[in-house]
């Protein structure tokens, strides 16, 4: 079955600072990878995917992922972080032929200015 | 296109009532996803439709709950009777089929917040 690991409830980080939020995950067969961002009393927002391609996505709002098979890991990362990126991360996966997404148990991200 | 709309966006309901959620997707969508968002469980995966037809149910936790697309704009999931530990946020989502990239991204609703007591 296909599941998707988050291993950090929280990430503290200061303002300026770059940050990365972990997620791996176990599937059988070619996965598709995404990131959505969810802030309080709102819905799931979108960030980036891997479908197939280059393992450097770029998403929305300066933030990027790196797919890496061997580890099967799929991080979130940005360069330099901002107050307004405080809010619950998710990392999803879906299979080939199926469009439901799994998802994380999620990660809060704190950026402290 | 205005996104997807639930609705209500909060209902508080006494046990043993039937809530009705509702969902409209965005216009030519052709999945429907509901999600059932707690502290414990995290997002779950409830149900999905493709072009109106359940492909996948077996995230519904009971018999009490059940969901529907009569159309292609418009779906509803129902809970009856009602009990305490259904209190969550449930959220549609949907997403459209791009044949050749593969997995597309889904797009929610704000979710509707469920309080039973």
């Known amino acids: 079955a296909q599941s998707v690991a988050q291993p950090e409830d929280q990430v503290n980080v200061a303002e300026g600072n770059p940050l990365t939020v972990k997620c791996t995950y176990s599937?059988?067969?070619?996965?598709?990878l995404f990131w959505y961002v969810q802030y309080p009393n709102r819905g799931l927002q979108f960030l980036l995917k891997?479908?197939?391609?280059?393992?450097l996505v770029k998403g929305s709002y300066g933030f990027e992922a790196e797919f890496n098979k061997s580890q099967t890991s799929f991080h979130l990362k940005k360069p330099s972080a901002l107050v307004s990126d405080s809010a619950l991360y998710f990392c999803a996966v879906s299979m080939d032929s199926s469009y439901k997404l799994i998802f994380g148990s999620g990660t809060r991200l704190l950026v402290r200015p | 296109d205005a996104g997807v709309i639930q609705s209500p966006r909060h209902e508080v309901t006494e046990m043993g009532q039937e809530v009705t959620l509702r969902c409209k997707p965005i216009s030519g969508h052709d999945y429907l996803f509901w999600y059932r968002q707690t502290m414990m469980r995290g997002l779950e995966l409830l149900i999905y439709?493709?072009?109106?037809?359940?492909?996948?149910d077996s995230g519904m936790p009971e018999d009490r709950f059940s969901a529907k697309m009569p159309n292609a704009s418009f779906s509803t999931l129902k809970i009856q009777p009602s009990e305490p530990r259904d209190s969550a946020v449930y959220f549609c989502?949907?997403?459209?089929?791009?044949?050749?990239?593969?997995?597309?991204?889904?797009?929610f609703g704000q979710g509707t917040r469920l309080t039973v007591v």
């Open positions: 599937v059988s067969g070619n996965p598709y």
């Open positions: 891997y479908i197939t391609g280059d393992n």
């Open positions: 989502a949907s997403s459209l089929r791009q044949v050749h990239l593969g997995g597309t991204e889904a797009f």
């Open positions: 439709f493709n072009n109106n037809v359940p492909i996948d």
